[in-house]
T-cell receptor, first 111, second 112 residues
Framework: KNEVEQSPQNLTAQEGEFITINCSYS?????LHWLQQHPGGGIVSLFM???GKKKHGRLIATINIQEKHSSLHITASHPRDSAVYIC?????????????FGKGTLLTVNP | ETGVTQSPTHLIKTRGQQVTLRCSSQ?????VSWYQQALGQGPQFIFQ???????GRGNFPPRFSGLQFPNYSSELNVNALELDDSALYLC???????????FGSGTRLTVV
């Protein structure tokens, strides 16, 4: 079993829909990144959070440390949101400050 | 502040050759980590450098090696390239892992 599990693997939505991507992890963490990757491209960090909730524009990220679960929400989705969304956790100490990634969720938003 | 820059962006090598990939860390960051992302997969941790010392390594063979320089830029070297080494190689820098990472755009390596 992977240390970081994301669901769904693939998600297709119509423009304007509300989108949720989930991430569960099984290790102790100091923080969690939500990342965006366009096809063939590098990675951009959308959020880093260690508790509660963060909002940036139409994007909202939440984390529940006790339940080891985080969600990324996109309100009023748009075709330009089409990308792979990756959850990555930062280990909780020592040399464990490395990132462990989920496999990603491929989001396609159709006009 | 500058971001993380990786070079080259694309590279084609022949099986058995050696390759060096480069990463300049974001200003003020002393930690650099490298990741391999095969097509359709999430990135996999290769290793991490903190103040010029390797301080963590993933499940990669010794032919994957690295360096970090006094200015905290870094190199990833891969010897005896294999076809399965074809991937996107990502570099990320941090001012201390718990403070989050900044990612480069990656180097796309193709081994033929």
């Amino acid at each position: 079993k992977n240390e970081v599990e994301q669901s769904p693997q693939n998600l297709t939505a119509q423009e304007g829909e509300f989108i949720t991507i989930n991430c569960s992890y099984s290790v102790g963490i100091s923080a969690l990144h939500w990342l965006q990757q366009h096809p063939g491209g590098g990675i951009v960090s959308l959020f880093m959070l260690s508790s509660g909730k963060k909002k940036h524009g139409r994007l909202i990220a939440t984390i529940n440390i006790q339940e080891k679960h985080s969600s990324l929400h996109i309100t009023a989705s748009h075709p330009r949101d089409s990308a792979v969304y990756i959850c990555a956790v930062i280990g909780s100490g020592g040399s464990n400050y490395k990132l462990t990634f989920g496999k990603g969720t491929l989001l396609t938003v159709n006009p | 502040e500058t971001g993380v820059t990786q070079s080259p962006t694309h590279l084609i090598k022949t099986r058995g050759q050696q390759v060096t990939l480069r990463c300049s860390s974001q200003s003020g960051h002393n930690t650099v980590s490298w990741y391999q992302q095969a097509l359709g997969q999430g990135p996999q941790f290769i290793f991490q450098y903190y103040r010029e010392e390797e301080n963590g390594r993933g499940n990669f063979p010794p032919r994957f090696s690295g360096l970090q320089f006094p200015n905290y830029s870094s190199e990833l070297n891969v010897n005896a390239l294999e076809l399965d080494d074809s991937a996107l190689y990502l570099c990320a820098s941090s001012g201390g892992g718990r403070y989050g990472y900044t990612f480069g755009s990656g180097t796309r390596l193709t081994v033929v």
